[in-house]
């Protein structure tokens, strides 16, 4: 996989805490991708006792798989305490007082999940790789999945928000828009994980919008600011915004300006390890049925 710079942990976490008032109105795009991949899960048969939403934000699909698991444990995990708090708010106070069957919410990284090895059988997570080390959290789920279980993920590719790449890259020569993988990769990294023939999909997503300044709203209100080591420190002046804002206006097209996202679906199975710790091989002997 070609070396990619990953966002700053910190500067992660507090873009997605200021935004956690603003998210659910604005997020309209993991709405959508998150139902996507909710669909995924149609043709494939599996109960799982514990369910694991990482990256799990303001707890947008809690009652999805709810639905779809009524038995199961339901687990949130996310990075930023403000999101879980309004996660919280989804179930009645009611419900939490009686210690009725409700999501258990964590405050932790999806690269070091506070779970025991092999727990949970399904773990779930939309639009929040994107902002992780894919290969560490590759490792994570496998190390957390029971063998058999599932890891359903949506992330974004190397094409998102190209135009404002773009855009930017002809004003200076700094990093202000994240970069992504190639879902070929990623399902490289599922394989080098643990997981069983990796499903990699990708489709196109095209938003559209009035002007420059309404695309870098609605990012800054779902907490998707620029978290490279390389971003710029400081704000940008207003004649480099501006031209910014006229490179990325040739683009229009009917009145609209495009905001391209590029996203990938994925799941695959935890298989039984080949090798121990110590790296001998397991070798599986079949069971003897009498003489």
Known sequence: MAEI????????????????????????LQCEVGLRLLRHLDPIRIAPTRVVDVGCGTGMFFSKLAERFPAADLVGVDLAHPMLSVARRRTPWL?????????????????RLPLAAGSAQLLFSNLALQWMRPEVVFAEAARTLETGGLFM???????????LRAAFAAVDGYQHVN?????????????HAGFADPVMEMEIITLEY???????????????????????RGLSGRSRWRDVIAHYDRL?????LPATYEVVYGHAWKVAPKHI?????????PTRRGP
Do not use: W
Not at 5 to 28: I, L, M, Q
Not at 179 to 191: C, N, P, S, T
Not at 252 to 256: E, K, L, P, W, Y
């Open 210 to 232: 009035s002007s420059v300044e309404k695309v870098a709203r609605d990012l800054k209100a779902i907490g998707a600011n620029n978290s490279l080591p390389g971003r710029p």
């Open 179 to 191: 970069r992504f993988i190639d879902m070929h990769d990623l399902g490289d990294e599922l394989v």
């Open 153 to 163: 993920f949506s992330t974004l590719g190397p094409d998102t928000l190209k135009e």
């Open 95 to 111: 419900k939490r007082a009686l210690k009725l069957r409700h999501p258990r919410l964590v405050c932790a990284d999806g690269e």
């Open 277 to 285: 710790a110590d790296g001998r091989q397991v070798i599986d002997f």
């Open 5 to 28: 710079p990953f966002p700053e942990k910190h500067a992660v976490r507090r873009s997605f805490e200021r935004a956690a008032g603003t998210y659910d109105r604005n997020s309209v």
């Open 252 to 256: 229009r097209t009917n009145g609209v």
